[in-house]
Antibody, heavy 119, light 108 residues
Framework: EVQLVQSGAEVKQPGESLRISCMVS????????ITWVRQLPGQGLEWMGR????????NYNPSFQGHVSFSSDMSITTTYLQWSSVRASDTAMYYC????????????WGQGTMVIVSS | EIVMTQSPATLSVSPGERATLSCRAS??????LAWYQQKPGQAPRLLIH???TRASGIPARFSGSGSGTEFTLTITSLQSEDFAVYYC??????????FGQGTKVEVK
């Protein structure tokens, strides 16, 4: 059974760097995209972008491009979402989710990582 | 960017009744449309992909229809566990893939 396991909650101050992770277990790491989705408190879902873990090819939502980056380490079947400088408006729940190369529907989701940015 | 508009924002339904949720795309997304269910404190769950194909393990009371710009999610005979927020998402055009704003299905 494929599972996506995300890293734990984070509390950061504005301006700090941050990296959260999403580990894929139970199946091959190939032939899938990993997508990152943001959910602001009490709000809907926002597609941030996706990464092909095998070659780190990425597609970013223009609304997030330049503020976040995705990376991947195939040796530990883990992808990352990172910020060089977080801000208060980054406070949200972040989900990773898998989609196949055939259909981009998000069929398996991680449990979410809560990020709080506060001074 | 394709804008996905869901209606209504909130749907009040009694257990055992039918719920009909709508999703409209600002331009054609063909059949590249998914529906997700999200319960409080949980990650979303894929219900429907390809506009009408139920995901693995999804009960038959959930059905999707439509293509192009107009889509419908129907839940026949609502169960207690079906009260949740439902999102549609297009994956025909990018960037970005886009979600609707959600429809909350609540107990009447």
């Amino acid at each position: 059974e494929v599972q996506l396991v995300q890293s734990g909650a984070e509390v950061k101050q504005p301006g700090e760097s941050l990296r959260i992770s999403c580990m894929v277990s139970g199946n091959t790491f190939t032939n899938y995209w990993i997508t990152w989705v943001r959910q602001l408190p009490g709000q809907g879902l926002e597609w941030m972008g996706r990464i092909d873990p095998t070659d780190s090819y990425t597609n970013y939502n223009p609304s997030f491009q330049g503020h976040v980056s995705f990376s991947s380490d195939m040796s530990i079947t883990t992808t990352y979402l990172q910020w060089s400088s977080v801000r208060a408006s980054d406070t949200a729940m972040y989900y990773c989710a898998r989609s196949t190369m055939v259909s981009d529907a998000l069929d398996i989701w991680g449990q979410g990582t809560m990020v709080i940015v506060s001074s | 960017e394709i804008v996905m508009t869901q209606s209504p924002a909130t749907l009040s339904v009694s257990p055992g009744e039918r719920a009909t949720l709508s999703c409209r795309a600002s331009q054609s997304v063909r059949s590249n449309l998914a529906w997700y269910q999200q319960k409080p404190g949980q990650a979303p769950r894929l219900l429907i992909h390809g506009a009408s194909t139920r995901a693995s393990g999804i009960p038959a009371r959930f059905s999707g229809s439509g293509s192009g710009t107009e889509f419908t999610l129907t839940i026949t005979s609502l169960q207690s566990e079906d009260f949740a927020v439902y999102y549609c998402q297009q994956y025909n055009n990018w960037p970005p893939r886009t979600f609707g704003q959600g429809t909350k299905v609540e107990v009447k």
